[in-house]
């Protein structure tokens, strides 16, 4: 039988470019996963420090919104992580959108994951001057925190988004390069050739098939085969009663 017209096309080879892209994809959702886990199991931490150094200044009750802002950030990171996977799976099937989604989604995790890193490289800048007038320590918040939070905890965040990071933009070169270009181009319906004994649509039948219309598809037809004849040489089957050359019979 002939293969249905919407039946789905035959699987492209995906290139190594799509392959280690979607690979860095997922090391950087991972790492981005880690190091919201760590912000977020600190949080406490953080928030009865800044509560504690921001009281009886004229900043008390501010740290509600610092705590706010890192609530954010955690979540927006995991969604952004969550999207990474998601828009990883969709590469690897040669969907341009998703490719043109994954463009836009790591160049906000590289904003994202790069000022984070920034930040946190420079913490502890220009946190030696004391404070504002009316203000709290910022010397002797940063002390605390070094103090009471865990010692792996800023190292490893800083470790995590710097890959990330890096990944990141490696992931969107790949994408970009033209392997890759030629793997998410719409490919056209390919040719096949045509299966022995098939009919396809707008073509006759092949001679001695049956057409599947009903109508004659113009092939000369062979006559029809009747009873044998007798074979020269031999005698008729039903001889004359009277053979040429013999006298009547009386």
Known sequence: MSEPANSAPTARPRPSTVTNASYLLYLAAALIAVSTAVSLATLGTVSTIFREEYAGTSVEGAEGFAVGITVFSAVLQ?????GLVVLALLNNQGRNGARIATWVVAGIGVCCTGFGAAGQALSGVGTGGGSTADGPDNAEIQR?????????SEPLTLICSIVALLALIAAIILLALPASNEFFR?????????????????QPPYP??????????GYPQYPPAGPPSDPPGNPPSN?????PGNPPAS
Not at 78 to 82: D, E, G, N, P
């Open 186 to 202: 719409k490919q056209p319906a390919g040719w096949e050739p045509p299966v022995p004994g098939a009919t396809y649509p707008g």
């Open 78 to 82: 995991l969604l952004i992580a969550i």
């Open 239 to 243: 001889p004359p009663s009277n053979p």
């Open 144 to 152: 605390r925190l070094e103090a009471e939070l865990p010692s792996w």
């Open 208 to 217: 001695g098939q049956a057409s599947t219309t009903g109508t004659d598809p």
